[in-house]
């Protein structure tokens, strides 16, 4: 029987000398950190930030980790693409040594604060914390300095799919927009995100107008309701018209008889009063 252990990597020597300092790391030393929660980067604001760098430097230092025989990128991304497009060969880093569930809560803070992440990149990035380093809401709540109800809300918005996802996205629809869209249903949505992007409607307005739409769906639900019942009683008349031809067989000269009156439909049968006197 064999004992799998997990141990951390033991810190090298260079890495110790390292630690907490401002360091020049080669550009081809440095890679992405597989955590990045940011996904898309605005390539004219990366410019802008490339021309800033050449004038100034980097003003900021990137903050990196040991990893496989480099430097892993830990928070700092924008300046990392912005210098290879200004053409640095490298860039200053503090170096530290944090765990990986640390590291990817690292990159999901700095990109809250800067505000660099949409609302579903957001997302995301705490499911990620929540599946793949073993987070509980509370948790990341805490470490976000959210509200667990924010971090609730925001994980909700999964709920749509990456396609409707996308083009909320690039038509610049809020995020209230988005869970708005959630209140109508699945296959609805994407009759609901047409509507509120070629009529540009408001948060208010698309709440309205999928309130309008379920009033609809209760008023189908209530014709279909009506519609069974009034099966139940074609039914009914149909079992009396095979009754009364039932009576008519035993050779009593039974009528039936139907009237509409005041809304109501009115159903008489006639049997002659000797042959009723038979029966009574």
């Given at each position: 029987?064999?004992?799998?252990?997990?141990?951390?990597?033991?810190?090298?020597?260079?890495?110790?000398?390292?630690?907490?300092?401002?360091?020049?790391?080669?550009?081809?030393?440095?890679?992405?950190?597989?955590?990045?929660?940011?996904?898309?980067?605005?390539?004219?604001?990366?410019?802008?930030?490339?021309?800033?760098?050449?004038?100034?430097?980097?003003?900021?230092?990137?903050?990196?980790?040991?990893?496989?025989?480099?430097?892993?990128?830990?928070?700092?991304?924008?300046?990392?693409?912005?210098?290879?497009?200004?053409?640095?060969?490298?860039?200053?880093?503090?170096?530290?040594?944090?765990?990986?569930?640390?590291?990817?809560?690292?990159?999901?803070?700095?990109?809250?604060?800067?505000?660099?992440?949409?609302?579903?990149?957001?997302?995301?990035?705490?499911?990620?914390?929540?599946?793949?380093?073993?987070?509980?809401?509370?948790?990341?709540?805490?470490?976000?300095?959210?509200?667990?109800?924010?971090?609730?809300?925001k994980l909700r918005l999964l709920k749509l799919?990456?396609?409707?996802?996308?083009?909320?996205?690039?038509?610049?629809?809020?995020?209230?927009?988005?869970?708005?869209?959630?209140?109508?249903?699945?296959?609805?949505?994407?009759?609901?995100?047409?509507?509120?992007?070629?009529?540009?409607?408001?948060?208010?307005?698309?709440?309205?107008?999928?309130?309008?739409?379920?009033?609809?769906?209760?008023?189908?639900?209530s014709y279909r309701k009506r519609s069974g019942?009034?099966?139940?009683?074609?039914?009914?008349?149909?079992?009396?018209?095979?009754?009364?031809?039932?009576?008519?067989?035993?050779?009593?000269?039974?009528?039936?008889?139907?009237?509409?009156?005041?809304?109501?439909?009115?159903?008489?049968?006639?049997?002659?009063?000797?042959?009723?006197?038979?029966?009574?």
């Amino acid at each position: 029987m064999s004992i799998i252990t997990k141990t951390r990597e033991r810190t090298s020597p260079q890495t110790l000398r390292e630690l907490g300092k401002v360091v020049e790391i080669p550009l081809e030393q440095i890679f992405s950190n597989p955590d990045q929660p940011r996904k898309s980067f605005n390539t004219e604001e990366l410019t802008k930030l490339a021309k800033s760098i050449s004038q100034d430097g980097i003003v900021q230092p990137l903050t990196v980790r040991r990893r496989q025989g480099g430097y892993q990128l830990v928070s700092g991304e924008r300046r990392l693409r912005a210098a290879k497009l200004a053409g640095f060969r490298s860039v200053p880093c503090v170096v530290v040594d944090i765990s990986d569930s640390r590291s990817a809560v690292i990159a999901l803070i700095e990109n809250i604060q800067r505000a660099d992440l949409n609302f579903f990149e957001e997302a995301e990035a705490i499911s990620a914390l929540i599946t793949k380093y073993g987070m509980t809401q509370e948790d990341c709540a805490i470490r976000l300095g959210l509200a667990q109800s924010t971090v609730a809300n925001k994980l909700r918005l999964l709920k749509l799919s990456p396609d409707l996802r996308k083009v909320i996205i690039a038509n610049g629809l809020s995020e209230r927009h988005a869970r708005a869209l959630l209140k109508s249903e699945e296959g609805q949505r994407e009759q609901v995100l047409i509507k509120i992007i070629k009529d540009n409607l408001t948060v208010e307005a698309t709440e309205k107008y999928i309130s309008s739409l379920e009033k609809k769906e209760r008023v189908k639900q209530s014709y279909r309701k009506r519609s069974g019942a009034l099966g139940d009683i074609r039914l009914f008349f149909n079992t009396v018209d095979r009754a009364v031809k039932v009576i008519k067989l035993a050779g009593v000269d039974a009528k039936v008889k139907k009237t509409k009156k005041d809304g109501f439909i009115e159903y008489v049968i006639l049997v002659p009063e000797e042959e009723a006197g038979r029966s009574f």
